[in-house]
T-cell receptor, first 114, second 113 residues
């Protein structure tokens, strides 16, 4: 079974703090994705990566950055957290670059920025 | 911007009834149409998917109907059960490119006992 784990289920941070969200997948997948999920807005793609050290912007990259130093790990960074970044963050992975396959999601991190 | 429009936003169905969720897309280059199911506190999980070479795909009580000319596809849940209560997302993607999915905004389904 594919397993995607996220470092925290719940996180509370203060405005201006630097926030790291970590995601690890155990199936040697090439693609990894970060989404945010908000009520009524669905899943919106923040960033994705198709290889180590490679990253591409999604639909809403502003205020976020990412890092992929190892194939199995993809980090989402909020350089200076703001209250409008309070949301559910979901990480996903899929097997092959350039081919549409099932995306496997982690359980999510609910981030609250005060 | 590529969009996938999903309706309704929420749906209440009696146990044993048929749940129907509809999606429409704009980009004719889309060639993969999955549906994801999400239970509270969990990440979404693939439920069923279709490619445009067929007009219908059935897996158990779940069926995708696909209308290429209308650029629409729908999820039908037959004999809906309380355990089907979840949020459902349609999505679309192109095989060429970066394998990203464009998601609809989701439908919250409640199946009443």
């Amino acid at each position: 079974d594919v397993k995607v784990t996220q470092s925290s289920r719940y996180l509370v941070k203060r405005t201006g703090e630097k926030v790291f969200l970590e995601c690890v997948q155990d199936m040697d997948h090439e693609n990894m994705f970060w989404y945010r999920q908000d009520p009524g807005l669905g899943l919106r793609l923040i960033y994705f990566s198709y290889d180590v050290k490679m990253k591409e912007k999604g639909d809403i990259p502003e205020g976020y950055s990412v890092s992929r130093e190892k194939k199995e790990r993809f980090s989402l960074i909020l350089e200076s957290a703001s209250t409008n970044q309070t949301s559910m963050y979901l990480c996903a992975s899929s097997p092959y670059r350039g081919r549409t396959d099932t995306q496997y999601f982690g359980p999510g991190t609910r981030l609250t920025v005060l | 911007q590529q969009q996938v429009k999903q309706s309704p936003q929420s749906l209440i169905v009696q146990k044993g009834g048929i749940s129907i969720i509809n999606c429409a897309y704009e980009n004719t280059a889309f060639d993969y149409f999955p549906w994801y199911q999400q239970f509270p506190g969990k990440g979404p999980a693939l439920l069923i998917a279709i490619r445009p070479d067929v007009s219908e795909k059935k897996e158990g009580r779940f069926t995708i109907s696909f209308n290429k000319s209308a650029k629409q596809f729908s999820l039908h849940i037959m004999d809906s059960q309380p355990g089907d209560s979840a949020t459902y997302f349609c999505a679309a993607s192109m095989d060429s490119g970066y394998s990203t999915l464009t998601f609809g905004k989701g439908t919250m389904l409640l199946v009443s006992p």
